[in-house]
């Protein structure tokens, strides 16, 4: 009896209304996920139409976006690193539904972690890479926010799916399909950087009809660590298994300019939007995220920067969560 009550409250659905398309005063942006044809994701039946949409063939057609820095990116006028308060970390948060054997893991390969699928404005269909994180509603995934937007003033991606655990076509852990895509406002509007965040908020789905945290756990989250701490980055890389498995690259950030850090890593094309992990336990597949991928000035030169985690990711988590349905 136990059991079936958790079930029960775990499956519950979104409500019927999504919260509106708007920003706040700390900086943060968000729409309602929308199908390309323009009608908003918030209801199961639209929510199973994007994920039956997601053909295998439309996935294998899909293009990992581009994550060249163009010449002259938006970023802070400041070079020097600014921490902007006290260090702060939200705990990882295991799977309440899926077995230890459905979470076994290997280093290069966590349940947490997935690709995202998604379409351009046009109609393209275009990849990136996310990971779940721990929130109380557990609902969100992370990824960059070239992930979720196109930035410079442009528009909002539709048919958002993610898969986590992803690999050579099979989907263990079933789809999930976004209710609600979130950014920075200096993301959206001028293509910042220093800004390149994105959280999504989730419909129930998956093997289990269920949250997304519920099914897979969620990482941890880290804001304020400083720019020189060691991290586990994991993705789907076009240069390395044809974006088809996760890989990894694991070494020390340090400061890039502006509000980034930079790590050695020769992931390119599809690793985008990807988490930076710290204390990445390779036996739950857990760790806290610290960062994610952004961009490289030169992909495939063995080097990449995400967006530092200051205060600023810890403002769009929150608003994320807390626009979230329960």
Known sequence: MAGLTLALVVTAAPAAQAAPSGSDRNGNTTTVARTSD?????????????????????????????????????????????????????????????????????????????????????????????????????????????????????????????VPRYRNGARPFGTFVAYSLATRTAWASSGSFDEDMGIAIMNNGGIYGAKVVETVGGNGLRWNYGYNVYVTALGYPSNLGGGESQYYCQGNTWHAGGQQIRMYCNMTYGSSGGPWLQEYNDQTGYGYINSVVSHGDNPGNGQFDGPYFDNDIKSLYDYAESISPA
């Open 38 to 162: 323009g009608r908003a994701i918030t209801s199961e039946a639209v929510a199973k139409e994007v994920a039956a949409y997601w053909t295998p063939e439309r996935m294998a057609k899909a293009v990992d976006l581009t994550f060249a820095k163009p010449a002259g990116s938006a970023q802070s006028q400041s070079r020097a690193p600014r921490p902007d308060g006290k260090a702060g970390a939200v705990a990882p948060m295991a799977s309440r539904l899926a077995s230890t054997d459905d979470l076994r893991v290997q280093l290069n390969e966590s349940q947490t972690v997935g690709k995202v699928y998604f379409n351009t404005p046009g109609g393209g269909l275009a990849s990136c890479s996310a990971s779940t994180v721990a929130s109380g509603k557990r609902r969100l995934v992370m990824t960059a926010g070239h992930c979720v937007h196109q930035g410079r003033g442009g528009q909002w991606y539709t048919n958002w799916q993610f």
